[in-house]
C-alpha cells in the first residue's frame, strides 16, 4: 500500500474518533444520569486520546500501528439502537454506545474485507479491534451494572 493511501486511511478513522468524541461529550451533556455523565466523558476522553494516537502515527508512520484483539461479548448485537434524548435510561444511554462502537468497528471490518492490499486490510484490522476494545468494555459495564430491565 503506498504511504498516500494509508494516510488516508488514516485520516478517515480521525475524523471517526472526533466524530466519536463529539458523540459522547454531546450525550455527556444530554443524560440526567452522573454516572452515565461520567462514563460518557470517559468515552469520550478515550476518542481523543485515540485520535492523538492515530494523529501521532500519521506524522510519524515508521513503527507500526498495531492494536491487539480483545473479546467480543456480542451484546450490542441484542440490543436496539435508542434515540440519544435527556430523558433516556442509563440501560438506553448504555445501549446506545454499545452500537456507536458496533458500528465503527463493523466499518473497518468491512473495509478490511474489501481491501486487496494485504497492509491496508491490516491497518482497517487494527482500526476495528480499537474498536472492539471500547465495545468491549462498554458491555462488560453493561452487564456488570446490573440486569438492564431492572435499571
Same mark, same amino acid.
Given at each position: *500500500? @503506498?504511504?498516500?493511501?494509508? !494516510?488516508?486511511? =488514516?485520516?478517515?478513522?480521525?475524523?471517526?474518533?472526533?466524530?466519536?468524541?463529539?458523540?459522547?461529550?454531546?450525550?455527556?451533556?444530554?443524560?440526567?444520569? !452522573?454516572? *452515565?455523565?461520567?462514563?460518557?466523558?470517559? #468515552?469520550?476522553?478515550?476518542?481523543?486520546?485515540?485520535? !492523538?494516537?492515530?494523529?501521532?502515527?500519521?506524522?510519524?508512520? !515508521?513503527?507500526?500501528?498495531?492494536?491487539?484483539?480483545?473479546?467480543?461479548?456480542?451484546?450490542?448485537?441484542?440490543? $436496539? =439502537?435508542?434515540? #440519544?434524548?435527556? $430523558? *433516556?435510561?442509563?440501560?438506553?444511554?448504555?445501549?446506545?454506545? *454499545?452500537?456507536?462502537? +458496533?458500528?465503527?468497528?463493523? =466499518?473497518? +471490518?468491512?473495509?478490511?474485507?474489501?481491501?486487496?492490499?494485504?497492509?491496508?486490510?491490516?491497518?482497517?484490522?487494527? =482500526?476495528?479491534?480499537?474498536?472492539?476494545?471500547?465495545?468491549?468494555?462498554? $458491555?462488560?459495564?453493561?452487564? @456488570?451494572?446490573?440486569?438492564?430491565?431492572?435499571?
Amino acid at each position: *500500500m @503506498n504511504q498516500e493511501k494509508y !494516510s488516508e486511511i =488514516l485520516k478517515m478513522a480521525i475524523n471517526n474518533e472526533i466524530e466519536a468524541y463529539e458523540f459522547y461529550i454531546g450525550a455527556s451533556q444530554k443524560v440526567g444520569n !452522573s454516572n *452515565m455523565k461520567s462514563i460518557f466523558s470517559d #468515552l469520550a476522553l478515550e476518542e481523543k486520546n485515540h485520535r !492523538s494516537i492515530l494523529e501521532n502515527h500519521l506524522k510519524n508512520s !515508521s513503527k507500526p500501528l498495531v492494536f491487539k484483539e480483545g473479546p467480543d461479548y456480542r451484546v450490542s448485537e441484542s440490543v $436496539e =439502537l435508542p434515540p #440519544l434524548n435527556a $430523558e *433516556m435510561k442509563p440501560s438506553e444511554a448504555m445501549a446506545l454506545a *454499545m452500537k456507536k462502537e +458496533e458500528e465503527a468497528m463493523n =466499518l473497518y +471490518e468491512d473495509f478490511a474485507k474489501v481491501s486487496a492490499d494485504t497492509e491496508q486490510a491490516q491497518t482497517f484490522i487494527n =482500526l476495528a479491534n480499537m474498536e472492539k476494545g471500547h465495545k468491549a468494555k462498554l $458491555e462488560e459495564i453493561f452487564t @456488570n451494572m446490573a440486569f438492564p430491565e431492572d435499571w
